[in-house]
């Protein structure tokens, strides 16, 4: 017996190694518009990784606004500004270019040029009424999946994040480029691989709306993920390990957007707001706590997912099946480079009680936990990871 459930996503995906390079003709061919934004932010801009795009564009007779005043964690005025910038060209259809906060902006700047709707009244799920304009999304990093879900995460007041969840949020069409990811640092395909792995595991183990399809593309996504992460991290230029981590990043975007994520995420928010830890960083150095954590409830869950990322084991039971799960985790984070400790990226063991209370206001998200997580638990977790 199969219990009911609803499964959204994007209407297209294209995979097209150098597309971005065609975008104009590309888009030319699915959409009436000719007036465009691109967001995106500088550093994509310094790496020229958007330059081939916008000449293609051009060439294909849009019109092209560029916004790249994206910064990472952005805030609401970041959000309110690309949308009178959009609203002053008169644009008519928005492209998301790179990281996951560029795709954010993007997917908020489409809904709030179309509708009369404040950016205050659309925070928390389903608020948002009115439609969109026509929206496209190009990720540059193998991580946040932002170009396949109906979220996008923004930083209000000093440190805290909202989420605007709605279906208008899922984009017209994702475009997956594996080529723009090529010149990824390592430390950002290490800590994006990462955040991509998390969103798997946390949609797989998901408490409330995990179904089975939502399932069969977390398993895909680890097994892309597990497999290819360390090869990308050593090679930048692997392209068979770039397409994998791409294509493993979209499929787990795909899986929590529909089955949500939980602790993991709780707990990483609070450290982007206060010490500005990039988002798969974060989620990285939690990730290992909350594993732990959640073996109580979720062993069987991790036992399955062992058989994914290191083969089946015959004889070797669930909990011996949910450590190995959690060890190869481990062992993935470890050599991939990224810092694996609080204190290794700035944070101070007097503020673990500060982020703590902060973790509980995410409750949208920790009501997803396969374990209840109270904030001494929270505090617990932070101590741990520190």
């Known amino acids: 017996m199969i219990d009911s459930f609803e499964f959204r996503t994007v209407p297209a995906i294209l995979v097209e190694w150098s597309g971005a390079r065609r975008l104009g003709a590309l888009l030319a ?5 000719r007036r465009v ?4 932010d500088k550093g994509v801009r310094r790496a020229g990784l958007a330059e081939p795009a916008l000449a293609s564009l051009t060439e294909a007779g849009f019109t092209v606004t560029v916004f790249d005043d994206v910064v990472a964690d952005p805030p609401d005025a970041i959000v309110l500004a690309c949308a009178e910038q959009a609203r002053a060209a008169g644009v008519q259809l928005v492209v998301g270019f790179g990281g996951g906060s560029s795709l954010d902006i993007a997917k908020l700047c489409a809904v709030l040029v179309a509708s009369d709707q404040p950016l205050a009244e659309i925070y ?3 608020k948002v009424t009115g439609s969109r304009l026509p929206l496209v999304l190009i990720p540059t990093t193998a991580g946040t999946g932002s170009e396949v879900t109906n979220i996008s995460i923004i930083t209000t007041g000093e440190t805290t994040k909202m989420g605007v969840v709605a279906p208008q949020l899922y984009a017209d069409l994702a475009l997956l480029d594996a080529e723009l ?5 390592v430390l950002h395909t290490a800590a994006t691989g990462i955040d991509a792995m998390v969103h798997a595991i946390e949609a797989y183990t998901s408490r409330i709306k995990k179904n089975p399809l939502s399932d069969a593309l977390a398993r895909e996504a680890l097994r892309l993920l597990s497999g290819n992460l360390i090869a990308a991290c050593r ?6 390990a770039r397409e994998a981590m791409l294509l493993g990043a979209t499929l787990a975007g795909q899986a929590f957007s529909n089955a ?18 990039p ?17 109580a409830a979720a062993a069987p869950l991790y036992a399955e997912l062992a058989d994914i990322v290191l083969g089946s084991a015959p004889g070797r039971d669930i909990a011996e099946r949910s450590q190995d799960f959690v060890a190869e985790m481990e062992r993935l984070m470890n050599d991939s480079g990224a810092p694996r400790r609080l204190r290794d990226v700035g944070v101070t063991d007097n503020s673990l009680a500060l982020l703590a209370s902060d973790a509980m206001k995410q409750s949208r998200l920790l009501v997803n936990n396969p374990v209840t997580v109270t904030e001494v638990d929270a505090l617990a ?3 741990e990871a520190f």
């Open 29 to 33: 061919a699915r959409f009436a518009a």
């Open 37 to 40: 934004m691109v967001v995106t």
């Open 124 to 126: 928390g799920i389903g």
């Open 181 to 185: 990811t090529v010149g990824l640092p």
């Open 235 to 240: 090679n930048g230029a692997d392209r068979a």
């Open 260 to 277: 949500p994520v939980a602790a993991v995420h709780a707990l990483a928010y609070p450290l982007g707001g206060h010490y500005h830890v």
């Open 279 to 295: 988002h798969g960083l974060s989620n990285a150095l939690m990730l290992g706590p909350v594993l732990r954590f959640n073996m």
């Open 381 to 383: 977790l932070y101590r």
